[in-house]
């Protein structure tokens, strides 16, 4: 399932990071502290990938 903004991917992205130990937990913020808890690799890698070209910087 892809993100449907930019910021949903932003998030994603930073918590594939940290579940792979790229980035320290205590680095997150916001809903990637939260993803990187409930989502698996797997899952975060199809939300982050993905052109962002044309979606909105936050859905609403």
Do not use: N
Request: aromatic residues 2%; charged residues 30%.
């Amino acid at each position: 399932m892809p993100a449907k903004s930019k910021a949903q991917q932003k998030a994603a992205g930073a918590a594939l990071s940290a579940k792979r130990g790229e980035t320290p937990r205590s680095k997150l913020k916001g809903a990637s502290k939260q993803m990187v808890d409930s989502m698996t690799e797997k899952q975060l890698e199809d939300f982050a990938h993905g052109s962002t070209k044309g979606k909105p910087e936050h859905v609403g």
